[in-house]
Nanobody, 120 residues
């Protein structure tokens, strides 16, 4: 059993920054990819970003490339999402995820979600 606990959401002005954290506990397996999905009002949940165990392979949705950066600290079983130059269209509930090939739209485990709101 794996639990994902995420934090770092909040309200920020356009152009500002936030950093999300996701800590994994339980028997994840070191091979697990971690990342985030998000769900905006009136839209389905969408893939945002993922990172593999070594950190050598990352994938970003086109909408966040150049603004978001994902990293991980395997000693702490934690992934981080640095979000810079936030835009109102980034407003969504962000869900941490863990599992193989998250970029294909499937996750084995989910965090509880954290609200990110960006105002102009």
């Amino acid at each position: 059993q794996v639990q994902l606990v995420e934090s770092g959401g909040g309200l920020v002005q356009a152009g500002g920054s936030l950093r999300l954290s996701c800590a994994a506990s339980g028997r994840t397996g070191s091979y697990y990819t971690m990342g985030w999905f998000r769900q905006a009002p009136g839209k389905e949940r969408e893939f945002v970003v993922s990172i593999n165990w070594s950190g050598g392979s990352t994938y970003y949705a086109d909408s966040v490339k150049g603004r978001f950066t994902i990293s991980r600290d395997n000693a702490k079983n934690t992934a981080y999402l640095q979000m810079n130059n936030l835009k109102p269209e980034d407003t969504a509930v962000y869900y941490c995820a863990a599992g193989p090939q998250l970029r294909l739209g499937v996750s084995d485990y989910w965090g509880q979600g954290t609200q990110v709101t960006v105002s102009s």
